[in-house]
């Protein structure tokens, strides 16, 4: 963060001064004191469980400046320590956060979609790299305390950022945006995730929108051709609006052929605003062939090179539970995929399952997705069939709402179905999978099964 004293920081954050020096000067934000740096302010939040005002001495003693806190803490005062008090620690960071913002000028890309935005950010944090360091996003610090703690890792060197932006109802990106003042941004998609919270597509179109409304009218605008709910909504923008599809080659802005599948990852063509480059993408999947066409295409945008933004995304590494494939036992092959789950996130997944199997056997362990509300047995019986359309040998349907999943594929002709009720009934089934088979597995978080993966490959 842009280094500043106490008496900024306390004018900033709308604090109270309740003893210490005002002169020093802070650095960084911490709310954890264990990962307490030299001159950084500590944030202490409040909880039920862990209460951060616990630990204000701590943080003092691994070199804080400055302790924000909300009530009153024990702490052995002395000259060196600062306390400031605010009335609402979250707000305090937003605040901060916000005057962070006001000091970069670079682009700031915000990422939002149903399905795809945390790849999407990684592919974007790879191409920016181009022009020089990128702020990113990491693991799913994508919410109203991940997204600004984001914009406080900024310095100097930084020469823009990329801000993932999850949401669980109207508004929350709304907020974000708030702080994040987007210059630019990618919505991936519009799909079924929380529809149970939202009850409709178009809600979750009209929640996903909030960061085109956020959009300055000199800002770009990127959004998948291919969506019909992007459609919709993308009239709500009067600035760019830059489009991509893996087909259309009439009207989208970036599009790809020749997409090939290999035991490393995906190749295809990129044609991104009339140029032409081979993309090598070390992930797997059509889906991620999208998602690197938008990154691309908003590079291209801000005036990046496109072979070396190509370069870039052939060092991108796979990030745990989500499509990487790992080496199982009894010579099988693992597709860990259970970071998440939701109808269309299975589908693009069970494709990766049988574009890698070739000819070795396919095998899919599915669990529950949640929050579909009532979409809940149309989404899962929707992956069934898919499932049996595919091709995908064998079915172990894991938990209460996958026997939707199980009953679908069965009903459109796939043979080797297994239902179990929980992980435990189905172990012994998971024990008989066929040697050197391809597995994905995958649910939604809520179903642990990373514990499957685990005993899928222990002592590979």
């Not at 890309?109 to 996003?137: D, H, R, W």
């Not at 291209?300 to 991108?316: P, Y």
Request: net charge negative.
């Amino acid at each position: 963060m842009t280094p500043m004293t106490v008496e900024q920081l306390n004018q900033v954050v709308h604090g109270v001064h309740v003893c210490g020096p005002l002169d020093s000067v802070v650095t960084g934000v911490a709310i954890d004191s264990r990962k307490v740096s030299p001159q950084d302010v500590y944030i202490a939040f409040p909880g039920e469980n862990v209460d951060g005002h616990a630990f204000v001495s701590d943080a003092f003693a691994k070199g804080a400046a400055v302790a924000l806190v909300s009530k009153d803490v024990n702490v052995e005062t002395h000259d060196a320590n600062t306390i400031l008090r605010v009335d609402n620690p979250l707000g305090a960071i937003w605040r901060l956060a916000s005057f962070e913002r006001e000091q970069f000028t670079g682009p700031v890309i915000g990422v939002t979609g149903s399905n795809g935005k945390t790849t999407t950010k990684e592919m974007l944090a790879a191409v920016f790299q181009v022009n020089g360091p990128c702020l990113y996003t990491q693991a799913n610090f994508n919410n109203e305390l991940g997204l600004p703690l984001t914009i406080l890792q900024r310095n100097a060197q930084h020469r823009s950022m990329i801000l993932e932006m999850g949401m669980r109802g109207r508004g929350q990106i709304q907020q974000l945006c708030e702080i994040a003042k987007p210059t630019a941004g990618i919505i991936t998609n519009i799909g079924h995730s929380h529809i149970e919270l939202l009850g409709s597509q178009e809600q979750i179109a009209l929640a996903k929108a909030e960061l085109i409304d956020a959009l300055p009218e000199q800002g770009t605008l990127v959004l998948w051709a291919d969506d019909v709910w992007l459609k919709k909504v993308s009239s709500r923008f009067s600035g760019r609006t830059l489009w991509y599809s893996l087909e259309d080659r009439t009207h989208a802005d970036a599009y790809a052929s020749d997409v090939r599948h290999t035991p490393t990852g995906t190749q295809f063509t990129a044609y991104i605003g009339g140029s032409c480059c081979e993309v090598n993408l070390p992930t797997f999947g059509t889906h991620n062939v999208l998602n690197a066409l938008s990154a691309l295409l908003m590079g291209h945008a801000h005036g990046l090179d496109l072979k070396a933004m190509a370069d870039r995304l052939r060092t991108l590494k796979s990030t745990s539970g989500r499509l990487d494939i790992r080496k199982g036992n009894m010579g099988r092959t693992v597709i860990d995929d259970c970071y998440n789950a939701s109808p269309l996130s299975m589908k693009s997944s069970l494709d990766v399952l049988v574009e890698l199997a070739q000819s070795r056997p396919t095998v899919a362990v599915l669990g529950d997705m949640f929050e579909l509300g009532p979409y809940e047995r149309e989404g899962h019986r929707d992956v069934g069939s898919f499932l049996a359309k595919r091709g995908v040998e064998m079915l172990i349907a894991i938990g209460e709402r996958a026997h939707w999943i199980a009953e679908a594929a069965t009903a459109s002709g796939q043979p080797n179905v297994l239902h179990f009720p929980d992980k435990t009934s189905a172990a012994a089934a998971l024990r008989e999978i066929p040697k050197d088979a391809v597995v994905l597995v995958k649910a939604s978080r809520g179903m642990h099964f990373e514990d499957i993966v685990s005993a899928l490959c222990e002592n590979a």
